[in-house]
């Protein structure tokens, strides 16, 4: 089973006014899903990231943050307007897959999840076992959803990946991101960032000076923070760069693509 977190940065346009998905960059991967499916059957669970659609609504109502009870009007607002607009950017990357051939069914966390002080504590996974068993590709995100001490909160789809993956065990976890691994600094403005090829421990982070993508999730260290407790598990997971064409297609083959394997040992 692989675990396939491809990110929101890679599926939006982040600089665009409104709302909207990398049309091309959606078609592509979901082509090369396809490419790879038609080789021989897998079984696949796809993450995505909320991207533009689901950050700002989220930051704008400070969803996850301590609230006086006479701002729960606002922030049940937020917490719908939230929702919707993660729910819409999944509409529309599962009609991308469906029009590729890619048969993706949506199982939002936000249905079945809860969480306590920002970590998933119940969501039962029966249903993306018995889509799994009948060929179907679950396909979960980013969301909001209740949690028992800050009562809502958002789940990142990074947290996700580490709950699937402690609950399934998948034979490979893989996240596509908009660079090419870990970097100490964000290689983007950086010429002399240095690539990292593996991460083994949390002391690792601190020669971090920063992430690439800063969201209200945590950026490229709150993955990192995930994938090591994978590590602890005996689950090693790789960063690759899904900006580049034939990068999904090839970790799905298990082909060589540059990319950090968070794992613990050597």
């Known amino acids: 089973m692989f675990i396939l977190k491809i990110g929101g940065s890679i599926l939006t346009n982040k600089d665009a006014a ?18 790879s499916l038609d080789n021989s059957f897998k079984e696949l ?16 109502y400070k969803i996850g943050e301590k609230f006086d009870k006479s701002e ?14 993660v729910k819409k950017l999944n509409m529309l990357i599962c009609e991308a897959f469906i029009n590729e051939g890619v ?9 079945f999840m809860t969480a306590t002080n920002k970590r998933i504590t119940e969501g039962k ?12 590709i679950p396909v979960i995100y980013g969301d909001v959803v209740l949690d028992s001490e800050l009562e809502i909160c958002v789940i990142s789809g990074d947290q996700l990946i580490q709950y699937l993956a402690m609950n399934l065990n998948p034979d490979c976890v893989v996240l596509g991101t908009d660079v090419d691994g870990v970097y100490n600094k964000n ?6 960032a ?21 969201d209200v999730t945590g950026g490229m260290v709150g993955k990192i923070k995930e994938l090591l407790y994978l590590a602890d598990l005996g689950i090693e997971s790789k960063i690759i760069n899904a900006e580049v064409k034939d990068n999904i297609y090839k970790v799905l083959e298990n082909e060589n693509v540059k990319g950090t394997v968070i794992s613990r040992g050597n």
Do not use: M
């Open 45 to 60: 669970i796809i993450v995505h990231g909320a991207g533009s659609f689901g950050h700002p609504p989220a930051k704008k």
């Open 103 to 111: 048969p993706v069914v949506a199982i939002p966390a936000s249905s």
């Open 72 to 85: 729960y009007p606002q922030k049940r607002i937020g917490f719908c307007e939230t929702q919707n607009a």
């Open 187 to 192: 290689p983007k403005t950086h010429d002399d």
């Open 125 to 136: 996974l029966d249903a993306f076992r018995r889509y799994l068993d009948k060929g179907f």
């Open 18 to 35: 409104e709302s909207e998905v990398d049309s091309e960059s959606l078609k592509r991967i979901a082509g090369e899903i396809k490419s």
């Open 194 to 214: 240095v690539f990292f090829e593996k991460f083994t421990s949390l002391k690792d982070l601190d020669t971090l000076e920063g992430t690439t993508n800063v």
